[in-house]
């Protein structure tokens, strides 16, 4: 029988609409593809290819066990270290999954360190992995990190920002938040007010939304 390989996964993308729902089917179509054949749509040119690893990575990660997983979030950290986890997408469908399903109940400094690095993308990991604590009901990790790039104007960072502010507001604590926005409105604008009192009070929104 014969093995796929990642130029079949290409074959395969090649013949879809090349959006989110066909790369899950195309990944779900490969689940059993080789780890040095993720690993090659990993680093491939083709977008719509690295969005298969990762999602690939993601399952790998939610059936492995913990030598398993260890070995996913290396791949897919080297590979954001290298700028191929390199888009809103790739980086909203795969850190919280990843880097931050591993992190949950393990110290969380390897996530400060991510916030500082020249890296936009892995910035955005780091933001981006703190869904996976605020859908637990945790803010505070979320915005200790937030905090520190809360001001950054590159647009990806600043889309990841606005989407943990929200998600805050909406699975974690109003409380919280409304303490952060005391702290750190005057240096937000109104689309990122916006989006961080998505999920507050009437009253909260109207004070924060100058």
């Known amino acids: 029988m014969a093995v796929d390989t990642a130029e079949d996964v290409l074959g395969a993308l090649a013949r879809t609409p090349g959006d989110l729902a066909a790369a899950r089917r195309v990944a779900r179509r490969f689940a059993a593809l080789g ?3 993720v690993g090659a749509l990993l680093w491939s040119e083709v977008e719509d290819a690295r969005l298969v690893a990762v ?5 790998r990660f939610r059936d492995g066990d913990d030598a398993t997983r260890s070995v996913v979030v290396e791949d897919y950290m080297a590979a954001a270290h290298s700028e191929r986890v390199d888009s809103d997408l790739l980086v909203e469908v795969s850190a919280e999954h990843i880097v931050g399903a591993w992190l949950a109940d393990r110290p969380r400094g390897p996530l400060f360190a991510l916030a ?3 890296v936009v993308w892995e910035r955005c990991i780091a933001v981006s992995a703190t869904l996976a604590f ?3 009901g945790e803010a505070a990790t979320a915005l200790d990190i937030v905090g520190r790039l809360v001001r950054e104007r590159n647009e990806h960072v600043r889309r990841a920002v606005a989407l943990v502010l929200r998600g805050v507001g909406k699975w974690a604590s109003h409380d919280e938040l409304v303490a952060f926005l005391e702290s750190n409105a005057s240096g937000m604008d109104r689309a990122l007010l916006s989006a961080a009192t998505e999920h507050l009070p009437a009253a909260a929104q109207a004070r924060f939304r100058r």
């Open 35 to 37: 780890d040095g054949e």
């Open 55 to 59: 999602l690939l990575l993601v399952q």
């Open 116 to 118: 500082k690095s020249d």
């Open 134 to 136: 605020v859908k637990r």
